[in-house]
């Protein structure tokens, strides 16, 4: 007969094989702008944990923008709420690094048994992510700024949807007229809000650069960053841009009722639902203002590894190799509209091979690769307040309570007050 301990000791054996296993290490991860990434996220995430079930990937509460992510970052920098890994806008890598908060992924990088090329990861792609040479984080989501426009209007106002616009002239010319034909229409939403990126696709597709080679002088208000800020100001004066709000610009196109939207390519999977089947959608690559040497910012955001706990470094380093690897890639690119940061993604038919062929409006991002340099970092603590200082700046544009000189003069005034001092 069996006695109760024989009893205790088989239940408990039955339960054990009954119950799922725990997972030995569990992830805390923190993203911005939800947005865009929940839906990523939450995919990428569950995959993981299936191949991977000692890992749980659990989220803290994202960050509703890239700027807001960095400054809850920085906060919480060595604090108990620190979560384990993050994605870091890629124009906010170096203010981290200055502090010390991301983890080297050198030495986790030379452990590996397979090469970073053979796992998709260029040197071009790992080059994103570094600051001054150390690698913070890989490469996430990757964007740069394209054109999108409403070919139902572009053709009402005289224009051919299949031939759009090359030049900002022409897009200013094609604007007034979409303008003109009343009954609500605005011509153009440039998104000049929040960051200094849309500023910066202007000045770098003009050959000009922020700040002198050396860093010590500010370089943005030269003839490319006057160039830039005319621009804007014929937006304006010319074509009758409205003073959007970042809703509302994107609520206006989405309803049909402007002709022209620069923005993100990260954008375009929310784009291509909200619009429906309203108009017809069409993009493009955006405009250089010099197209020879004009180059565009490489927008998104890196995954970073915060944590200093060996065991969940080595889960942390799993996880981000994941995401950002070819598996991430195939969902952030369909569910967003990035572009592929991982070489194997871009070109194996089990991941983003045929998607091209099969979505013509993801294709102006992908041409427009080989312009992408580094958005632009300033250095030292005042990052958020030099970037908020040209966007301020932009607005006297907009709300044309300032001309294009005078706002440049006061916008590189007060950045270079900002600037660490040599």
């Known amino acids: 007969m069996l006695n109760l301990k024989t009893l205790l000791s088989a239940a408990a054996v039955t339960l054990a094989i009954a119950l799922p296993a725990r997972a030995d290490t569990v992830l805390t991860v923190h993203y911005p702008m939800p947005g865009f990434f929940k839906d990523v996220m939450d995919t990428i995430s569950k995959k993981f944990m299936e191949e991977n079930p000692d890992i749980k990937v659990q989220f803290a ?11 809850t970052i920085m906060r919480q920098a060595g604090t108990a709420e620190m979560p384990d890994v993050t994605f870091i806008a890629l124009n906010r890598l170096r203010m981290a690094e200055e502090r010390s908060i991301p ?69 200013i010319a094609l604007g007034a007229k979409i303008k003109a034909l009343g009954n609500g229409v605005d011509s153009i939403d440039f998104r000049w809000q929040g960051d200094d990126w849309m500023f910066s696709a202007l000045l770098f597709g003009a050959g000009g650069r922020m700040l002198s080679e050396d860093e010590s002088k500010v370089a943005f208000n030269g003839p490319e960053g006057l160039k830039a800020m005319t621009v804007i100001d014929h937006m304006v004066k010319e074509a009758g841009m409205p003073v959007f709000t970042k809703a509302a610009g994107e609520q206006a196109f989405v309803a049909g009722k402007v002709g022209f ?15 429906g089947g309203k108009f017809d959608l069409r993009t493009a690559q955006i405009p250089l203002l010099d197209p020879v040497n004009g180059k565009l910012p490489t927008g998104g955001n890196a995954v970073v590894i915060l944590t200093h706990d060996g065991e969940k470094q080595a889960a942390a380093w799993k996880f981000a190799k994941f995401a950002a690897g070819p598996y991430g890639a195939s969902v952030v690119v369909p569910g967003t509209g990035y572009v592929p940061n991982n ?21 102006a991002g992908l041409s427009q ?54």
């Not at 939207?261 to 619009?275: E, M, P, S, Y």
């Open 61 to 71: 509460n994202p960050s509703p923008t890239y700027e807001e992510g960095i400054q």
């Open 103 to 171: 983890v080297d992924l050198a030495p986790m990088i030379a452990k590996d048994k397979q090469s970073m090329a053979d796992q998709g990861f260029s040197d071009t792609i790992l080059k994103l992510a570094q600051v001054n040479g150390k690698q913070v984080g890989l490469a996430f989501a990757t964007s740069n700024p394209i054109m999108y426009y409403n070919a139902d209007l572009v053709k009402a106002a005289g224009g051919n949807p299949d031939s759009p616009p090359k030049t900002w002239d022409e897009v």
């Open 261 to 275: 939207a620069f923005q993100t390519t990260g954008a375009l999977r929310n784009t291509i639902k909200n619009v």
């Open 343 to 363: 070489e194997l993604a871009a070109t194996s038919p089990a991941y983003l091979g045929d998607f091209y062929k099969q979505n013509p409006l993801f294709q």
């Open 369 to 422: 690769m080989p312009r992408m340099i580094p958005w632009y970092a300033f250095p030292g603590s005042n990052g958020v307040r030099v970037t908020q200082t040209i966007v301020d700046n932009i607005s006297r544009v907009v709300d044309q309570s300032a001309g294009p000189q005078e706002a440049l003069d006061d916008a590189a005034k007060e950045v270079k007050r900002l600037l660490p001092r040599s």
